[in-house]
């Protein structure tokens, strides 16, 4: 019988499809045995083509065995697995009058499969072999690493089995592999290293690998032998040899193996977790059939092994968690109660950098940057945190592949491939990070470079040279990642950088409150005294030199009286205390008269013009309206154009008071005007008629307009610089 799915698996397969090859029903055997499949009621259901000649007289298709049939001893082990409900693999050695084999049989979508292998004359018993694995495990399980036991693993391996190459791969986070054991015959080229992609063991290899650990081809080219017919009479299907020691080989595989000069091959799981974490491999170079007992006890060792390295890899994570820890340890106290978190950290980043086993890494805070290592430049970090900010809102990223990933940061950050970065301090930015290259910078093609291949019909892929170069591209532009234990690492660190930039705010939230205690009460009482005393010699002397004296006194006393204010001010602002606001009735008109005379007064060559209506008495606290005012009509003397004058409108339309402050003067850029109301702004810095300016004046203007419920806009026209404020009448 057959079926389309039966018939579509029958398609050629290559380089193109084999990825979606039905290995487990190839519909064959190799043919150093033979198969027989039975219905539960013990009729035979398929048969291999070269069964009658291994095996002697069968019953036809859908009949049961009889006496003339194999014998009573094979009969029995048939019907014993037959009753069986739980279909586990059983083995048994029998022999028939064609010869010696070992009958092995398990069931398969309610089947029964029945192989028989032909077992050599001079095969030892399981016992012997089970003995000789038992002393390999008490060598093996000595070993203090993973790379250790599997080195020894190897050995034993080749030497109970007589392969003349046995590997050892691991599987990596991509499920690409790399060989970290090797036992070989000295004349053959060495794979150690050699890293190969995720492709060369396609999924459904993977799965196979997984449900059946031991897997032999005991002769690569030898022909395969069908199976008569190939359905399972119970489903329909294709027969399922998921669990067949002699399913035939999928024809790339053969291909692969014949181009590398290999006439058997055999492989043994290494599973942990249910997950395939690596193979032994063995590899022979004309046909080799290792005995099933053997096998069996290469099986028994391999689980053992599987223990180990599990075992070896949770010792591994704990000491790896330890010493992290430890080293987490070293680097917070080298940056706590420092004054300079970016410096200190920077000076002494070796510990940093071990920590995630980074090539380069960075820190930074309040746009402070450090960079060490092989890192990109300040300006690259500085894109990063642009781009984190506006596309990361959490405080943790990662990226093995930031080409792929954020193409928009490949130019700024260079050769980088892998990001790990975690978020400290979001209010200045605070971030550290930690940079990978790219991985196969330091992986080079481990094989004898003079090496000639066979070549198949599939064309060179199908070589060890062709996989490493299939691995290079697959990993091209991508780092290691970053495993899970880093990742977790990371994160604790970033709460310890998180508690020391707390615990410096708050040292610096302590000396900010002793300096402002003794701006508020040993610098402002003797200021105040100060001004006083001129005024004073100003009243009393007449004489042009004790004037000019007694006004410079004043007028630098009065810049110290408001620059103290004006810290006193933001103090108030950034701790949040804000600017306790004061309403009571005040007549604002009166009030910006008496600002602009004194204005006018002090100085007579900046001519300000004046319009104001009777808006009558408004609530609002008089003290800091009079601030806004001077403050404004101070920038205009500042920034205006000399000759020039300024204008101050002051009107009232319903329930909204309007206090307008213009002057002459080039346009304000928009970038400028983005931030024109934050403090310490670089525009302030510099400005030769404004030399001690801490551009503190409109960030306070601006939070003393938003303390009244009102809003503050600047506008440029025609030369003319505005700025608007509206408050809301209570």
């Known amino acids: 019988m057959s079926n389309p799915y039966h018939a579509s698996r029958r398609r050629p397969v290559d380089l193109s499809n084999c990825d979606q090859e039905p290995i487990h029903i190839p519909g064959s055997i190799q043919n150093h045995g033979a198969l027989l499949c039975f219905t539960p009621e013990g009729r035979l259901a398929t048969r291999s083509a070269n069964a009658a000649a291994l095996l002697g007289e069968l019953p036809e298709v859908g009949q049961p065995l009889a006496a003339e049939h194999l014998n009573a001893a094979a009969r029995a082990v048939i019907q014993s697995a037959l009753q069986d409900r739980q279909g586990y693999v059983d083995s048994r050695m029998i022999t028939l009058d064609s010869g010696a084999f070992d009958l092995v049989t398990h069931k398969s979508e309610g089947v029964l499969i029945a192989e028989f292998e032909q077992r050599p004359s001079d095969a030892l018993s399981l016992e012997a072999f089970a003995l000789a694995a038992h002393q390999a495990i008490q060598r093996i399980q000595r070993q203090p690493g993973v790379e ?83 359905h399972n009479p119970l489903t329909g299907r294709a027969l399922d040899l998921s669990h067949s020691m002699l399913r035939s080989v999928s024809p790339v595989h053969v291909e692969y193996l014949g181009n590398m000069g290999v006439g058997a091959s055999m492989s043994l799981s290494i599973v942990i977790g249910e997950r395939l974490w690596g193979l032994i491999a063995c590899h022979h170079m004309s046909p080799h059939l290792v005995p099933h007992a053997v096998r069996m006890s290469c099986q028994l060792l391999s689980q053992f092994v599987s223990a180990l390295v599990e075992r070896n890899l949770n010792g591994e994570r704990a000491r790896a968690l330890e010493y992290s820890a430890d080293l987490r340890r070293q680097i917070v106290a080298q940056v706590t109660d420092r004054e300079d978190i970016v410096l200190a950290l920077a000076a002494d980043h070796e510990g940093f950098l071990r920590l995630m086993n980074a090539h380069g890494g960075a820190i930074t805070l309040d746009r402070k940057t450090q960079v060490f290592g092989k890192a990109p430049t300040r300006e690259g970090v500085n894109a990063l945190i642009n781009w984190l900010n506006e596309n990361e809102p959490g405080d943790y990223f990662s990226t093995s592949a930031l080409g792929a990933d954020v193409p928009a940061l490949k130019g700024a950050l260079g050769d980088i491939c892998g990001v790990l970065a975690v978020r400290f301090y979001r209010e200045q930015d605070g971030y550290a990070f930690w940079f990978r290259t790219e991985q196969v910078e330091d992986v080079r093609w481990g094989g004898n470079p003079e090496k000639k291949y066979s070549i198949g019909p599939l064309g060179p892929r199908l070589t060890p040279r062709g996989s490493f170069a299939v691995w290079k591209e697959t990993v091209r532009g991508k780092s290691l990642p970053w495993e899970k234990t880093e990742t977790e690492i990371a994160s604790q660190l970033r709460l310890d950088f998180q508690e020391v930039a707390l615990s410096n705010e708050n040292m610096i939230k302590r000396a900010r409150e002793t300096l402002l205690a003794t701006l508020g009460h040993d610098l402002r009482d003797p200021l105040q005294a100060i001004m006083m005393a001129a005024r004073m010699i100003e009243v009393r002397e007449h004489s042009p030199s004790s004037s000019n004296l007694s006004k410079r006194i004043s007028s630098s006393s009065s810049r110290m009286h408001r620059l103290i204010s004006q810290v006193l001010d933001i103090s108030r602002l950034q701790s949040g205390m804000g600017l306790d606001i004061q309403r009571r009735p005040v007549d604002v008109c009166k009030m910006v008269t008496e600002i602009v005379s004194e204005a006018r007064m002090a100085y007579p060559d900046n001519e300000i013009i004046l319009e104001a209506e009777d808006c009558g008495e408004i609530e609002v606290d008089g003290d800091r309206i009079s601030q806004v005012v001077s403050n404004l009509l101070s920038n205009t003397r500042h920034h205006g154009e000399i000759g020039k004058p300024s204008t101050l409108i002051v009107f009232r339309r319903d329930d909204m008071l309007t206090i307008s402050v213009s002057n002459h003067g080039p346009a304000i850029p928009g970038a400028v005007r983005e931030h024109m109301f934050k403090p310490y702004k670089k525009e302030s810095m510099g400005n030769q008629r404004n030399a001690r300016g801490l551009g503190l004046g409109l960030y306070i203007v601006s939070e003393i307009i938003s303390g009244h419920g009102g809003k503050i806009v600047v506008h440029c026209d025609n030369h003319i610089i505005t700025f608007t404020v509206t408050l809301p009448i209570v």
């Open 148 to 230: 250790d036991l599997l080195t020894l693993a190897v050995d034993e391996i080749a030497r109970i089995t007589g392969f003349d190459r046995v590997m050892a791969y691991r599987f990596l986070h991509d499920d690409s592999g790399e060989v970290i054991a090797e036992h070989k015959r000295e004349d053959l080229e060495p794979f150690l290293g050699q890293r190969y992609p995720a492709s060369d063991i396609p999924a459904q290899a993977r799965r196979l690998y997984v449900i059946n650990p031991i897997r032999l081809i005991a002769d690569v080219s030898a022909p395969t032998v069908a199976l008569e017919p190939d």
